[in-house]
């Protein structure tokens, strides 16, 4: 069965640290996605990659297809940034997305 | 744009009740999705429409029912509820494969408790 793995599961963070969220796939995908949720809230997309890396303000994604592998990275956390991260691929050839199971990031002020 | 749209919010049902959950998206996107998502588990797909007039089984369809009333709107029937259908369901949708930006938007969910 295909498989997302994210680490950590769970990650406290004091504000203004660095942070980094992974991801690792088993397969070959055709994508992957970025997801933010916050408590009791919906799902909001923040990067969709195939390769290299993206940013979007404090927040940076990286993916490396050959080792299979993509990391978020956040820099100079801030507690709004509290939140649970998906990582999510999409798997060729289905097409279909499979989540990991989240990491619930708390950022301390 | 209100994005992807769903009702109710909150619902609660005793074993075997029927009910229907909405979705709705105003982005004229031709795929839409029902997933469930539970306590220490990813979000698993229960059904998907690739386009307006079809529909398919996902991961997890058992004891649900869609439609895909047009191209707007994607509904999840529960016929006879179970508590182990108490969960959060997110409806999501994506453009047209080549369409940028090429992501799922997801509705707020809605939160379904089974007694």
């Known amino acids: 069965k295909n498989e997302v793995e994210q680490s950590p599961q769970n990650l406290t963070a004091q504000e203004g640290e660095f942070i980094t969220i992974n991801c690792s796939y088993s397969?070959?995908?055709?994508?992957l996605h970025w997801l933010q949720q916050h408590p009791g809230g919906g799902i909001v997309s923040l990067f969709m990659l195939s390769s290299g890396k993206k940013k979007h303000g404090r927040l940076i994604a990286t993916i490396n297809i050959q080792e299979k592998h993509s990391s978020l990275h956040i820099t100079a956390s801030h507690p709004r940034d509290s939140a649970v991260y998906i990582c999510?691929?999409?798997?060729?050839?289905?097409?279909?997305?499979?989540f990991g199971t989240g990491t619930l990031l708390a950022v301390q002020p | 744009n209100a994005g992807v749209t769903q009702t109710p919010k909150f619902q609660v049902l005793k074993t075997g009740q029927s009910m229907t959950l909405q979705c709705a998206q105003d982005?004229?996107?031709?795929?839409m999705y029902w997933y469930r998502q539970d306590p220490g588990m990813g979000l698993r797909l229960i059904y998907y429409s690739a386009s307006e007039g079809t529909t398919d089984k996902g991961e997890v369809p058992n004891g649900y029912n869609v439609s895909r009333l047009n191209k707007r709107e994607f509904s999840l029937r529960l016929e006879s509820a179970a508590p182990s259908q108490t969960s959060v369901y997110f409806c999501?949708?994506?453009?047209?494969?080549?369409?940028?930006?090429?992501?799922?938007?997801f509705g707020p969910g809605t939160r379904l408790t089974v007694t």
């Open positions: 999501a949708s994506t453009p047209l494969r080549g369409q940028k930006p090429y992501e799922q938007y």
């Open positions: 999510a691929v999409r798997f060729t050839p289905t097409n279909k997305l499979i």
């Open positions: 982005m004229n996107h031709n795929s």
């Open positions: 397969v070959g995908i055709s994508a």
